[in-house]
Nanobody
Framework: QLQLVESGGGLVQPGGSLRLSCVVS????????IGWFRQAPGKEREGVSC????????NYADSVKGRFTISRDNAKNTVYLQMNSLKPEDTAIYYC?????????????????????????WGQGTQVTVSS
């Protein structure tokens, strides 16, 4: 059974850090790009970051550049999102997703039109709340 499971969310004060993990099972991570998305109440889903299948390409939304870092350990079938200098506006449910349709997913396709449609598998999400 193909599955992605996020963990590592929680409540953190502004300026704090969290590391999210996305563990995949039922398929080989090597051939998939992984994207992190988030959705806050009343807002549309937003692409946060992406890492290519081999890890050679990464991309970030402007709102998180310089604060978030995506990485992957294919041997552990896990992708991480290190989030530093968190702000209240980072509060959202964070999802990871896996896609293999295009090598450009994390490059020219990132956050373009229909970008979420390029992903085949999605996790259930983990809540991140940034509040004092």
């Amino acid at each position: 059974q193909l599955q992605l499971v996020e963990s590592g969310g929680g409540l953190v004060q502004p300026g704090g850090s969290l590391r999210l993990s996305c563990v995949v099972s039922g398929f080989t991570l090597d051939y998939y790009a992984i994207g992190w998305f988030r959705q806050a109440p009343g807002k549309e889903r937003e692409g946060v970051s992406c890492i290519s299948s081999a890890g050679g390409s990464t991309n970030y939304a402007d709102s998180v550049k310089g604060r978030f870092t995506i990485s992957r350990d294919n041997a552990k079938n896990t992708v991480y999102l290190q989030m530093n200098s968190l702000k209240p506006e980072d509060t959202a449910i964070y999802y990871c997703a896996a896609g293999s349709r295009s090598r450009l997913l994390c490059i020219t396709i990132f956050n373009g039109p229909r970008y979420p449609d390029e992903y085949d598998y999605w996790g259930q999400g983990t809540q991140v709340t940034v509040s004092s």
